[in-house]
């Protein structure tokens, strides 16, 4: 039976994905370095056929509507390259390493079938967007982003070196921008994530059925 692997950041979200599903849920720690080197361990004591990245992140409203999840077409680490004075170049341009891993196409599209998610880029960062002048840098250097969070390139590099496929769901919290608590909703991003696996668990298919 094919097994799946679920990694959040933290035990809210963790508590939220198995409320929805008894899968293997992991709660991998915050950023993507904590992220990949909790997937990396787990994957290295078990196997698994599909690893996804899941929690609650900022949404790109002007894609998303008043939809609130999103499921990544590609997981890209936004801001790992430089700075220069013409602006970020990323660490692709720079001449090694990768900064985007892509999902299995039909992985997405099933999700999007039975959750009603988003397809987008998830960025990965390191710095939570909180002005509108990077939100808008962001959204001109990546205009497929749907969503941002800190934890799935970290999940997909993992994931990458055990070739294990990867998934990203996110649950939108906020918008990506300026930091105002008074619009953050957290517990309904939780419920989501929850009815979102939920979904999937009744879909009956591999690799989905718990």
Not at 57 to 76: K, N, Q, S, W
């Amino acid at each position: 039976m094919p097994r799946t692997l679920v990694v959040t950041a933290v035990d809210a979200e963790r508590d939220a994905v198995a409320a929805g599903a008894p899968f293997d849920v992991l709660a991998g720690g915050v950023g993507p370095a904590a992220a990949a080197a909790s997937t990396a361990t787990a994957l290295a004591r078990r196997s698994y056929d599909l690893v996804v990245s899941a929690g609650i992140g900022g949404g790109f409203l002007d894609l998303l509507g008043d939809r609130a999840l999103v499921v990544a077409e590609r997981i890209v680490a936004a801001d790992l390259g430089a700075e220069t004075p013409e602006g970020f170049v990323p660490v692709t341009g720079l001449g090694f390493g990768t900064d985007t891993h892509t999902p299995p196409e039909g992985l997405v599209r099933d999700v999007a079938r039975a959750t009603g998610a988003v397809p987008g880029d998830v960025l990965t960062v390191s710095t939570v967007t909180g002005t509108a002048e990077r939100a808008a840098a962001l959204r001109e250097r990546h205009p497929r982003a749907a969503a941002e969070a800190m934890e799935g390139f970290g999940v997909a590099e993992a994931a990458a070196l055990h070739r294990t496929p990867v998934l990203e769901i996110r649950a939108v919290s906020n918008p990506v921008g300026p930091r105002d608590r008074a619009a953050w909703r957290i517990p309904e991003a939780l419920a989501a994530l929850t009815a979102a696996f939920s979904a999937l668990a009744q879909t009956g298919a591999a690799p989905w059925t718990p």
